[in-house]
């Protein structure tokens, strides 16, 4: 008997899992429908012997404390800030948008203080900002979002930035300054031997069992367990009773070149141009030394594995409909990306599981009669 069957084996899956197992003492069954561990994130080495990411770029940050001091106790860190260049009318410029861009795109000399000044007078201020449209547009005008993100937006996401909450835009910020990092966060860094050996790491405890190639739906009703933890989609738990959750869906075309460099920045984003959103160099990100380069062309699709949440109000609104079922369902916990559908990075999907754990352990604490170790305990009753 496990006390845990835990679907999933990202982020979600594998620190819930290593936190019952060192920490709670508790017996853990985690089942991955892929042939591997780490979700989204798993990372290995090609043909040529190069690291690369086979679900596309995975970069950490994060402003947490506590979640890079929990990561790293499974990993050292290599020290690495992200930059990305988008190409626009011919140039390669730095997206986020910030000083340097601006100069380069209209061959001028501003100043901060004059971008600032600029982008004042191009803005369309709006009363309230609901779209992923209505945040560009107010903080940059209507060319700029032309430019850098309307075409971006619609290859990504198969629909207008106009029907799209505005998390989505939001996400990539404006500046006046000529700070060309992607992100700011104080906690910057890949594991220093790639994401799959942090997550082996994770999970190499002797109350975890790894089950990989299996559909949970397959040995659920097989395996006696006595409460579930679920990572994957939360619409395919309930069988999709109240209709599709739409994910989006990208294609991973990977390359090996022959050359030891690629492209002048680790991402190349292309808004206007190809099928293709951007191209990522993973020599950049691992550091490491090769006489060949590997890259990876994201081409967006509607169908395929289920990547990202579309963050829409009617999607929200159906999400909520399935999380009213899940929460009727005390004995079986909803999380991660896909089931809480949330447009989350890594980081948000770790400081998720550690709260969840935390929740867990103070209910096994506060009411230890319903713990999970009493076999068949009615939970919630
Ligand atoms: P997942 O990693 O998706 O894990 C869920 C697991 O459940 C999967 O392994 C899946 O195979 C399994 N599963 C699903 N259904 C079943 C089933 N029926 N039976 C058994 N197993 C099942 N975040 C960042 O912080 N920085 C980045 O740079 C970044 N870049 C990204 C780039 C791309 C292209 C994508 C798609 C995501 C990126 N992310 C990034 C987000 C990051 O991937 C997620 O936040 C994180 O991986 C989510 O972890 P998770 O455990 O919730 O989900
Ligand atoms: N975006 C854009 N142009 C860009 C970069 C981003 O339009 O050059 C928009 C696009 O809608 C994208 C969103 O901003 O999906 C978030 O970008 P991010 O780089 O965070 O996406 P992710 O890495 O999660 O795919």
């Known amino acids: 008997m496990f006390d845990y069957l835990i679907v999933g084996a990202g982020f979600a899956g594998s620190v819930l899992a290593e936190r019952l197992a060192a920490i709670a003492d508790k017996k853990v069954l985690i089942v991955d429908i892929r042939n591997h561990i ?3 994130a798993y990372d290995c080495y090609n043909e040529a012997g190069l690291l690369i990411h086979k679900y596309g770029p995975h970069i950490f940050h994060t402003n947490s404390r506590p979640v890079f001091e929990y990561l790293s106790q499974f990993t050292a860190w290599r020290p690495y800030e992200h930059r990305v ?29 004059e ?24 903080q940059v005008g209507r060319e700029l979002y032309e430019k850098f993100f309307r075409n971006y937006t619609r290859k990504q996401w198969g629909i207008d930035p106009s029907e799209l909450d505005k998390s989505v835009t939001a996400r990539v910020p404006t500046r006046t300054n000529r700070d060309d990092r992607y992100f700011t966060d104080t906690y910057q860094a890949m594991p220093l031997h790639g994401y799959t050996r942090m997550f082996e790491r994770m999970l190499s405890h002797p109350n975890i069992k790894i089950m990989l190639n299996t559909d949970y739906r397959d040995i659920v009703d097989i395996i006696p367990h006595q409460e579930m933890i679920f990572t994957g989609p939360i619409d395919l738990f309930f069988n999709y009773c109240y209709g599709k959750l739409p994910y989006r869906s990208l294609e991973f075309k990977h390359e090996t070149i022959n050359a030891s460099n690629y492209q002048p920045a680790p991402v190349v984003n292309y808004p206007n141009e190809h099928l293709y959103t951007r191209i ?9 030394d090769h006489p060949k380069t590997s890259i ?7 169908e395929g594995d289920p990547y990202y949440p579309v963050p829409r109000p009617d999607n929200t609104e159906l999400y909520k409909q399935y999380k009213a079922l899940a929460d009727n369902l005390p004995q079986v916990h909803f999380v991660g990306r896909l089931a809480t559908y949330k447009y989350y990075n890594m ?28 076999p068949f305990a009615t939970l919630g009753s």
């Open 38 to 40: 780490a979700g989204n």
């Open 85 to 113: 260049l988008a190409s626009v009318d011919g140039q390669l410029v730095p997206i986020p948008i910030n000083l340097d861009t601006i100069n380069k795109l209209y061959g001028s000399t501003l100043t901060a203080f």
């Open 115 to 138: 971008v600032e000044q600029f982008f004042a007078s191009i803005a369309e201020p709006k009363e309230t900002i609901r779209t992923s449209e209505d945040v560009v547009v107010s």
């Open 280 to 288: 990522t160099e993973f020599k950049y990100l691992t550091g490491q």
């Open 296 to 302: 990876v062309y994201e081409y967006p699709q509607a």
């Open 347 to 374: 980081d948000q999907v770790v400081a998720q599981a550690l709260t969840l754990f935390k929740t867990l352990q103070e209910r096994d604490h506060l009411t230890p009669h319903l713990a999970p170790d009493r």
